[in-house]
């Protein structure tokens, strides 16, 4: 079977849509296949699966961590979601560019996002489950996260009214993480 790259909509990043096999019973895809993602350019090892599940509203992001740097696929096994990545990496043509897809459990696309974005997602159904591949570990003093409504960034999230977490009501601009000294040791 067979994964596509429907779009590189920013530079690295990527939108992938696999193939699907259907009948009356129901049906079954590869979500990766290490010798596939390798040939269209992307990473063909991941360290660690995480499992989110929230409801209408939630708006997880924008995070990122740099140590170790960690690049994510995303993809919604339940519901529907809104998944944004944000360039912040330093030098880089698109940086503070954002890409953002609706993806579904019935559109069943995917999104890489590698390590120097920021990614984060809004939760657009009832309820939604997002499932992401890292390519590093996590580690909680490597992270840090960006304000989601950062006016530079400009995000068109398709809700306006969406529920925060502490953490995430409290992030960081852009302007402030790329003035930090810390940020201009970490070239991802």
């Not at 939108?15 to 350019?41: C, H, I, K, N």
């Not at 068109?156 to 969406?162: A, E, F, N």
Request: net charge neutral; aromatic share 12%; hydrophobic share 40%.
């Amino acid at each position: 079977m067979k994964l596509k790259v429907e779009s590189r909509p920013l530079a690295d990043m990527a939108v992938l849509v696999p193939e699907v096999y259907e009948d009356s019973r129901g049906f079954f895809m590869e979500t990766f296949r290490a010798d596939q993602f390798q040939s269209l350019g992307l990473p063909g090892e991941f360290v660690q699966d995480n499992h989110s599940g929230s409801v209408r509203g939630v708006l997880r992001g924008l995070h990122f961590q740099w140590d170790p740097p960690m690049g994510k696929l995303m993809r919604v096994t339940r519901g529907a979601a809104f998944l944004v990545g944000v360039d912040i990496r330093k030098g880089s043509p698109s940086l503070g560019a954002w890409f953002g897809l609706e993806v579904s459990a019935e559109n069943r696309k995917q999104v890489w996002a590698p390590a120097g974005f920021a990614r984060g997602f809004c939760v657009l159904s009832d309820y939604a489950e997002i499932q992401y591949k890292c390519t590093g570990v996590y580690n909680s003093q490597g992270e840090s996260g960006i304000r989601w409504d950062d006016l530079e960034i400009g995000i068109k999230w398709p809700l306006s009214d969406v529920l925060l977490s502490e953490k995430d009501r409290k992030a960081q601009s852009l302007a402030e993480w790329l003035a930090l000294p810390l940020s201009g040791k970490f070239r991802y």
